[in-house]
């Protein structure tokens, strides 16, 4: 079976939405609350970001690598790599954090974890120290990102929740821009000085979210698991109804949410067996697993935490040069990101991640042999065409796995395991990356641009596992998702049996009261 049959859907809770003719900036308290999304939930991918450009930028400082004695293959790549490793330590406790005391308190937890070892880092002494304090920024940042995503989706609007889920990923770019930029303007300063300050910059993200994020309301839906159905109510009628206790549409999401949890949670003993229970979950953690593996393999470490080695292999080893193109690339990227998340609602699902996924293929193979050109006959078109090509690879990842990744990933998982969910896909993610940045710079070292024939296959091979198992998820609301996989399709037939009833009901009501 390709994907899976897109039979579109006809569920009350998304018309509804997308039918509603007043957009969310002309909503009080719906603005309210997104606005304030961004410094405490949608900002935290930042953190991200600016660690890939701390260690980028940095292996252009030359009292950087003077401080950790000039490092190369696989010591380069443990500096990289630390962060990853924490964060697949610290990921099997996340869901546990999560689901027992909350959204916000677990991106608490992992902004002050991430705030310790940023202090750290900026005042290490050796390169051991400098290793700990990015591991222990690695242990807290996953906490941060499992809960802010599944936060996001649980909170927005239906008609802009993928939107938002999508800024999410998008927001990786402000921090990298922020720590290129800053490492360029500190490259002058002839001491340690020079990298110290943007290691200790690297807080800022999770000083914002410590300071904010209990000004945001907590998930309904975590609320409503602990049998908090009053306040989940409140923060519903709140922001999804601007105050109207008696709207048609919070009426039948709350119907909605409270007969999908009970479903759920019916059939879920809230463990990591769940995973593994159904062949719909095996599905679902394939894929989640895949896509940790695809986000973080499919070149992109090259270009965020090596672009120096690269630009060295077609000629280009002054360090301003690198920092200026190194900075535009990420300005760049991040104009794609949050171009690719705005048009997410126009597109499906497969549609972005294929055409995608093809464009990095393309570029890749375009790339390769540009670069290997340059190498045999020092082209200088060939060396600037490579130049190009590694800002067209922007384009085309953000279109698929950096707008769509955390949009996907919350509505494939249903609300009793998606931290679980979000969790494996963190894990095969870090796995991946904590892999490619120790493994990149010995294969750049030891054969050169061939390296790059690895990815091309790599990517081919991502290509042909999205055509085949990715379904479409467009269209649908998540309580409607949680059930995507599942033959029981009395399940489904129940939530909206449920939500149809309540529908009718206060249609009739007010029938009533015209009268």
């Not at 916000?104 to 070892?117: K, L, P, Q």
């Not at 904010?212 to 009628?237: H, N």
């Not at 940790?292 to 992109?300: D, E, I, K, P, R």
């Amino acid at each position: 079976m390709v994907g899976a049959p897109d039979n579109g859907s006809d569920n009350i809770i998304h018309r509804m939405a997308m039918e509603d003719p007043i957009p969310w900036y002309k909503k009080p308290n719906l603005r309210a609350l997104y606005l304030l999304l961004f410094p405490c939930v949608i900002g935290i991918e930042m953190t991200s970001g600016f660690d890939s450009q701390i260690i980028n930028s940095a292996q252009l400082l030359p009292h950087w690598k003077s401080y950790f004695g000039n490092p190369t293959g696989a010591y380069n790549g443990i500096l990289a790599s630390a962060l990853p490793l924490g964060s697949v330590i610290g990921l099997p406790f996340i869901p546990l954090v999560n689901d027992t005391f909350g959204r916000r308190n677990c991106i608490m937890f992992g902004s002050c974890i991430m705030v310790i070892g940023t202090i750290i880092q900026g005042f290490a002494f050796n390169g051991p120290m400098y290793i700990m304090a990015r591991g222990i920024v690695g242990f807290g940042l996953p906490y941060a990102i499992v809960a802010g995503s599944c936060l996001i989706g649980e909170l927005g609007y239906p008609k802009e929740r993928p939107i938002l889920t999508s800024l999410f990923n998008a927001c990786y770019f402000i921090g990298a821009i922020v720590a290129a930029g800053c490492t360029f303007g500190t490259q002058k300063i002839e001491n340690d000085w020079s990298w110290r300050i943007p290691s200790f910059l690297q807080m800022a993200p999770s000083l914002l979210q410590i300071l904010f994020v209990y000004f945001l309301p907590e998930s309904p839906r975590y609320l409503m698991s602990k049998d908090r159905f009053e306040e989940a109510e409140a923060v519903l009628i709140k922001y999804h109804a601007e105050g109207n206790a008696s709207s048609d549409f919070v009426q039948a999401e709350i119907v909605e949410i409270k007969t999908t949890l009970e479903i759920e949670l019916e059939h879920s003993k809230r463990s990591w067996m769940d995973m593994i229970a159904t062949a719909g979950m095996r599905r679902r953690v394939l894929i989640g697993s895949l896509l940790g593996l695809f986000t973080q393999l499919s070149g992109n470490v090259v270009i965020s935490y090596f672009l120096g080695d690269v630009l060295k292999l077609i000629g280009y080893t002054d360090p301003a040069f690198q920092a200026k193109y190194n900075l535009g690339n990420q300005g760049w990227s991040l104009v794609c990101g949050v171009s690719a998340a705005l048009v997410v609602m126009r597109f499906k699902r497969r549609t972005m991640y294929l055409t995608g996924i093809i464009s990095i293929l393309a570029v890749y193979v375009a790339w390769t042999i540009c670069t290997a050109v340059f190498i045999a006959t020092h082209s200088e078109i060939a060396a600037k065409l490579s130049l190009f090509w590694i800002y067209a690879y922007s384009p085309a990842y953000n279109l698929c796995f950096n707008a769509l990744t955390y949009t996907y990933l919350i509505e494939i998982f249903p609300f009793a395991q998606r931290a679980r969910g979000i969790a494996i896909f963190q894990f095969w993610g870090k796995a991946a990356q904590f892999f490619g940045t120790n493994v990149n710079p010995i294969g750049t070292q030891a054969i050169g641009w061939k390296y790059l024939l690895v990815y091309c296959c790599w990517i081919f091979f991502e290509a042909v596992c999205i055509w085949f198992l990715w379904p479409e998820t467009s269209g649908r609301s998540l309580e409607e998702l949680a059930f995507l996989f599942e033959e029981k399709e009395d399940y489904a037939q129940r939530a909206g049996t449920a939500v149809t009833k309540t529908v009718l009901h206060v249609e009739h009501e007010e029938d009533k009261e015209k009268v």
